[in-house]
Every structure is written in C-alpha cells, then in structure tokens.
C-alpha cells in the first residue's frame, strides 16, 4: 500500500474530529510555523495532529517509557518528547512533520540495544513503537504478521498453542524489529538461516511518509537490504515471518569450574566443524567473572529443536562430568528464551562489542587469556560482571544465508566455519564508563592484532552485539556496503534515515 503524507495531513484535518482541535487558521499556516526548525515546534504539532500520543517529559508515560529501557545509559537521554503510534499512518505524519522541521528523532523497539542513541535521543523526539505490538496468524497459518514494537515473548507466548515457531530471538525480552534488520541469531539457524532470511515481506514507513510492502517482487534491493542493513531505509512497522512446526525442545544452561574451559572450547570447536549433521542443534560458551565470589567459571548454553536429551552431535558437551549447576530440561521455547532473560537483567550500564574469526580452539584460548588479563583492572567495579562469548556460525548456517533474495552480510561457504565473539560488560556507576570503555578498546585492539597475526580474523561485524563505535558495514565487504549505500539514496534521497535519524549503525 502506497499512502502520500501529505493526504494523511489533509484527511486527518479536513475529515477526522483533529479537525475540530487543530483551528483552521493554525493548520492552514502549517507549513509557515514548520520553518522554525525546533522539536518543541514538532513535538507541538504532533500533540495537535496524533491526540494523545505524544508525552513531554513531566508526563507518567513519558517517565514509564523512558526507564522501561533495558540500558540505563538509553534512558539518560531526554528526548523533548516521546511520541507513542498506534497505527503505520500514525508514524508517516510523524515523519512528514519530523522532516519538515528538521528535527532529529530516534525508534524504539524493545529498546534492548545498550549504546547510546541507538534507542533514545537527547533533545529531540523519540518514537516509541511500543504499542505496535499486534500478532496475528494467517488463516493457513504459514506466516505470522508482527508488529514492530513486539517482544520476542508475545510472539512464542501467541504461538506455542499452535506448535509453531518462527526464527528469532534467545533473549524473549530483546524486540523482533531490532533484532531482525540486525540480522538475528536464533536457537534454529543452522535449519532455517537467521531470522532476517525468513522474513517473507516487510511493512515500511518511507521517508516520504508512504507506507509500503517490501518483499522480494516489489522492490527487491529494499528487501535485501532491510535483512541486515538496520535502520538506514525506513522505519519497519510490522513484519510478516515464515511459520515453522515447533513443539516442545530441549535445552538450559549448565555451568562448569575453569578448569574445564579447554575441553569446551575444543567441543564447540569440533561442533563448529559438523553442525550440519543436526542443524537441530546450538550451542554458546561463555567464560565469566562472578564478582560476588571472585571466581571464573564456563556457562554453556546448549539446545535441541527437538525433545531428546543429550543428542549425540552434543555429546562432548553434556558428558563432561560434575557440572557446578545444570537447568537441562525438556520444556518449551518460550521457556528456555525466558531463562536467558535472567542472565540479562535489566538496569544496569552495559557495553557490548563483537568480532568474528575463522574456527580455531586455540585462538580462542588466547582471546580468553587476553580478556581475563584486560578485564583484572576493572574487577573491583561496582557491580561488574564481564562475560566474552563464543558462538558457530557454521556451513550450516550460512548455507541458508542465499535463500528468499540473500541477505548482504558478505559471509559465504567458502568462509567455512565461523566464530562469533561477544563481549558483555555490565556495572553499576556512571564514573566507571571511562574505564570499562578503555578495557574494551584495549582489548579489542589486542584481540584484532592477534587474529590478524594468524590469518584468522574474519571482516564481519554482527550488528546486534556491535557497539556504536564499530563499523559494522565495511564488514560487509566494499561491494555489500556500497550497494546498501545506493539503495539509501535511493529511497530514501531525502536523507532522513542518515541525518535526521542519528542513532544505530549507519551507512556512510
């Protein structure tokens, strides 16, 4: 559905009861009053045009939303006011008033990304998409339509009746939109690909303020893009998934002493290497400080789409004997992503940074070496809890990665099996930013050094564990990026999503 803004306006005027509360001479003089390129003007106007959606900040919606965020950092930005649509027509006004003004403005989803910016803006308008968060299944339940403000718990919550899953999230907390033009890692990407590849059309905003469907036969560039190219092209309002038959699964998390870190990082290693032969199988390991008790310990994070305990490809995982805590269960999916909600509390300040490698164990091993020697400074942080992750990407995965149009991440078989690494680091007081963003910096420099050293660092940059200053789209290789690049311009040759829209990754 094409709808031109400037209808919107009109028909919002001349034909709804806004018309009665916005006086004629007022809307007549609109485009006059816009030129006072102020976001209290677009935060005025947007009170008279979408009534009772807009919160100013001595408002108890506006306090709510802002410490709803799961980063405090994300809720120290104070926005002139926060606007909450209902409706894809509510936010091309929005944005017909927002560029009109040239106001710069910031999207929520879930609001889990934890960098500055990415969720929240200083000074000018934030959209909350938060009560776009409908779940509706088709008919002949192959597809299921969600909004952009959803929760990964609504979605698994709503179909879980049904046996049906899509690809999405771990974390039921993290939103749907965010993750997804992230790219989205999920518990079934070996099977199915990453939750951006099962995406069978979006709902877009434009910057022109019409509302569209973007799939693979109406414009096919735009739909490759939005898999993986974040918030560069429009604003996502709702997103229509491929539906999956999904029952009950095993998996949980079980915790080991220090001492075992070698053997698990060989079996994620060698699981790295034969995925494929159970692509119903993943697997994290994480090395992390516990402060309370000053000790280090190795969390695994194994599961199975199916409910059979201990599947054979995880063997050199769950055999390993005298866990020091064990949650393997058969349950459902909702369940596990809800235990993974637990390890990622929100309310804290956090930082998160990634890098990728070629599958090697005994790099890995050097990079935890590095951590833990980068990380001693800050142990005795307040409320520090420090935590690099290592997950497969593997020729399983990546074989998905070239279905439904491709996605324009840049990794393909001839990359074989890869390492995802993340960083996680949570603490307590501002005062301690400077020193935690100092050790992650000095870390990743070391760590880049090394892998490079050994011809083992891979270019690619996953978005969703990417903090504000890494370059997420060079890792997509030149020829990627510079098509993203172009297809920016191209619909969106107003710039909006570039400028006016400072916050996430952005193209350049």
Aim: proline share 4%.
């Amino acid at each position: 559905m094409k709808v031109s803004h400037l209808a919107v306006l009109g028909g919002l005027f001349a034909k709804s009861s806004l018309g009665a509360v916005v006086p004629r001479d007022v809307a007549a003089d609109l485009h006059t009053s816009f030129i006072q390129n102020s976001c209290s003007t677009a935060c005025t106007f947007l009170s008279a045009v979408l009534w009772g959606k807009v919160s100013l900040p001595d408002s108890t919606v506006y306090k709510a939303q802002q410490t709803s965020l799961w980063a405090v950092q994300s809720s120290e930005s104070a926005p002139t006011c926060r606007l909450t649509p209902t409706s894809a027509l509510d936010v091309s006004v929005a944005l017909l008033i927002l560029r009109t003004v040239q106001c710069q403005f910031a999207v929520r989803g879930a609001g889990h990304a934890p960098f500055v910016g990415a969720n929240n803006i200083d000074g000018g308008v934030t959209i909350d998409l938060t009560s776009l968060d409908s779940v509706t299944l088709t008919k002949d339940k192959t597809e299921l339509r969600v909004g952009g403000g959803a929760h990964w718990s609504q979605v698994y919550n709503y179909l879980e009746p049904y046996n049906l899953t899509v690809i999405g999230g771990r974390d039921s907390s993290v939103g749907v939109g965010g993750l997804t033009l992230g790219g989205g890692i999920s518990f079934f990407s070996a099977r199915y690909g990453l939750a951006c590849d099962n995406v069978n059309n979006f709902q877009v905003v434009f910057a022109d303020g019409s509302i569209r469907d973007v799939n693979q036969k109406t414009y096919p560039d735009l739909f490759q893009a939005l898999k993986g190219g974040g918030n560069n092209f429009g604003i996502v309002t709702r997103f229509d998934l491929a539906t999956y038959a999904q029952g009950d699964m095993w998996g949980g998390l079980v915790q080991y002493t220090e001492d075992k870190l070698e053997t698990f990082v060989d079996a994620l290693s060698n699981f790295g290497n034969r995925q494929a032969e159970d692509p119903d199988c993943a697997a994290i390991v994480s090395f992390i400080y516990y402060q309370a008790y000053g000790i280090n310990i190795v969390n695994l994070n194994l599961e199975g789409a199916k409910p059979v305990v201990n599947p054979a490809l995880l063997k050199n995982f769950t055999d390993v004997p005298s866990p020091m805590k064990s949650t393997m269960r058969v349950t459902t999916l909702s369940n596990i992503t809800d235990e993974m909600v637990t390890g990622t509390p929100a309310g804290s300040r956090e930082q998160f940074r990634t890098m990728t490698i070629k599958n090697s164990p005994s790099l890995i091993l050097e990079l935890v070496a590095l951590f833990k020697t980068q990380t001693a400074p800050i142990k005795a942080v307040e409320g520090v809890f420090p935590v690099i992750s290592f997950q497969v990407i593997s020729t399983a995965t990546i074989s998905q990665f070239t279905k439904n149009g491709g996605n324009p991440l840049g990794i393909t078989a001839d990359d074989g099996a890869l390492i995802l690494i993340s960083t996680s680091i949570r603490w307590a007081n501002a005062a301690d930013d400077a020193a935690i963003y100092a050790m992650a910096d000095k870390f990743y420099a070391a760590a880049k050094a090394t892998s490079t050293a050994q011809g083992l660092l891979h270019p690619y940059v996953y978005m969703n564990y990417a903090d504000a200053s890494q370059d997420v789209f060079t890792g997509y290789g030149a020829a990627n990026k510079a098509k993203l690049l172009a297809t920016a311009k191209k619909y969106d040759s107003f710039g909006v999503f570039r400028s006016l829209l400072p916050g996430g990754h952005k193209l350049k």
